[in-house]
Nanobody
Framework: QLQFVESGGGLVQPGRSLRLSCAAS????????IGWFRQAPGKEHEGVSC????????YYADSVKGRFTMFRDNAKNTVYLQMNSLNPEDTDVYYC?????????????????????WGQGTQVTVSS
């Protein structure tokens, strides 16, 4: 059974940093595209970043580019989202998700519609 355990969320002041973790069990991350999403109450999931299965290429939403970094540790079967220079607009529930990698192994997706497996989410609140 494919499962994610997300951690690292919390309350942080504007300008500070958080690192989210997404530990997978029941499958090996190597063969999946992994995405981070966030969702505000009453809104749809917003793609934040994703990482490819083959070469760990990453893609970011414009709203987080230059501030967030996504990376994977295959030995730990875990994906991380390093979030720097946080601002109140980053307040949301953050989710990681997995999708089967494309046949080429390259590329990833920022659309939540492409993902089949989702974690339970972790709350990030940025406030002074």
């Amino acid at each position: 059974q494919l499962q994610f355990v997300e951690s690292g969320g919390g309350l942080v002041q504007p300008g500070r940093s958080l690192r989210l973790s997404c530990a997978a069990s029941g499958f090996t991350l190597d063969y999946y595209v992994i995405g981070w999403f966030r969702q505000a109450p009453g809104k749809e999931h917003e793609g934040v970043s994703c990482i490819s299965s083959s070469d760990s290429s990453t893609y970011y939403a414009d709203s987080v580019k230059g501030r967030f970094t996504m990376f994977r540790d295959n030995a730990k079967n875990t994906v991380y989202l390093q979030m720097n220079s946080l601002n109140p607009e980053d307040t949301d529930v953050y989710y990681c998700a997995a999708a089967p990698a494309p046949k080429s192994g390259y590329g990833c997706y920022l659309s939540p519609d492409e993902y089949d497996y989702w974690g339970q989410g972790t709350q990030v609140t940025v406030s002074s």
